[in-house]
């Protein structure tokens, strides 16, 4: 049997698999190449995380867990929130354990939003958002954050609402720190944020995996601020070098919690057991985990701004996360892709073009320096030579 645009929800043939994985996926069939694409940590899954997850297997923790997430885990997602930033979630009844915070944001927007409903998303945006909100018929509206050098501002929310007067908007995607420009922001634009939406009625769906990864600051959550139009996203993924055992939290007033366990339960029924075993060991044995390799990232940030600059390359300065977000210079080409392709096949290269996340990435490219230091060097000599050969 042949298959017919009509035997499938027509949402679907409007998204496709993300520019990152197609563009990693081409390139990493060259002989050679140095990939700096995907926010993949380059450490392991510290030892004391694994010996845990060895211990539940040999005490047959291979059956369902119930639907909210292991209790234990939980009641360690609520004490280490706490303590980090300063935010308080019951452990029983506002939060759960998701699959990585993929599903979290997937269960958040099929439990916030109808078919038609608005959502505001700054951008550029890591674009695992939008094929989500195309699906469940989300109409997203824009704010392009590239004249405020990628800092989203109250006054921004305001006028994108202004502009929009017959929409039904819910949310706001908030990534913070960001991807893919590494931007965090500082208490004072948080309040001045959560300010606003507060004003506007807006959920704010604020995506935090990047909590952890903060430089000469420590993390501040949307939540602290606004609690009661939160709903918030967090994971083990980043901050533990965990991102394949998929571990992720949604934490959100009682009312919230109590819908978004319906959509969560039946999209997963619950994550892996043997990793929410190993979760608990991470939140309460490794709290500090995140910190040890931030040291390391930071350096590897340092390094990769002080090289690009001297090749002329602008961004604005990564506070959080692991990644560049550089304006390619005056006179290269100005397209993304091509400016990457042909780096990645004439100099054995792989970075991100801008554009895999949204318009506003245009004459952009993203770097991640989750890569070792020896790849960061062998990198940066690469791209110098091919700005100096396409001079």
């Not at 909210?68 to 009641?75: M, P, S």
């Not at 533990?240 to 992720?248: P, V």
Request: glycine share 6%; proline share 4%.
């Amino acid at each position: 049997m042949g298959l017919f645009r009509k035997d499938l929800n027509d949402q679907v043939f409007k998204i496709e698999v993300s520019d990152i994985r197609q563009f990693d996926d081409e390139v990493s069939q060259i002989p050679g190449m140095i990939k700096l694409t995907m926010g993949e940590p380059d450490f392991n899954t510290p030892d004391h995380i694994k010996k845990a997850a060895i211990e539940a297997i040999n005490e047959n923790y291979s059956h369902y867990m119930g639907m909210a997430g292991d209790i234990e885990l939980r009641t360690a997602a609520s004490e280490f929130f706490n303590e980090k930033y300063g935010v308080s979630y019951d452990a029983q009844s506002e939060i759960l354990v998701t699959v990585g915070a993929t599903e979290a944001i997937a269960t958040a927007l099929q439990t916030i939003f109808n078919p038609g409903d608005a959502v505001l998303v700054p951008t550029p945006l890591y674009p695992g958002y939008m094929p989500l909100i195309t699906l469940n018929r989300i109409k997203p509206i824009y704010i392009d954050t590239r004249d405020n050098n990628f800092r989203l501002t109250p006054d921004m929310i305001k006028q994108a609402i202004a502009d929009n007067p017959d929409e039904t908007i819910k949310g706001i995607i908030l990534i913070n720190p960001s991807n893919p420009t590494g931007i965090s922001w500082t208490e004072d634009e948080i309040i001045a944020i959560t300010d606003e939406i507060r004003t506007q009625k807006l959920w704010a769906i604020s995506d935090e995996i990047y909590s952890e990864l903060t430089y000469g600051h420590n993390h501040i959550s949307i939540a602290k601020y606004i609690r009661d139009q939160t709903v918030l996203i967090n994971g083990l993924s980043k901050s533990h070098a965990m991102t394949g055992w998929r571990i992720g939290f949604l934490l959100a007033p009682k009312a919230m919690t109590d819908e978004l366990k319906k959509v969560h339960q039946y999209l997963v029924t619950s994550a892996t057991s043997v990793s929410q075993r190993a979760g608990i060991a991470a939140l309460r044995d490794g709290k500090d985990d995140g910190r040890i390799m931030n040291v390391e990232y930071k350096k590897r940030r340092d390094f990769v701004m002080t090289e690009m600059k001297k090749m002329h390359f602008e961004m604005a300065e990564p506070s959080g996360a692991f990644y560049i977000f550089a304006k390619i210079p005056e006179g290269y080409n100005q397209n993304a892709m091509a400016f990457c392709k042909d780096l990645a096949f004439n100099h054995k290269l792989a970075l991100i073009p801008g554009t895999a996340f949204g318009e506003s990435g245009k004459g952009y490219i993203r770097l991640s320096y989750a890569a070792s230091m020896d790849n960061l060097v062998a990198g940066m000599e690469r791209l110098n030579a091919y700005m100096t050969e396409n001079k």
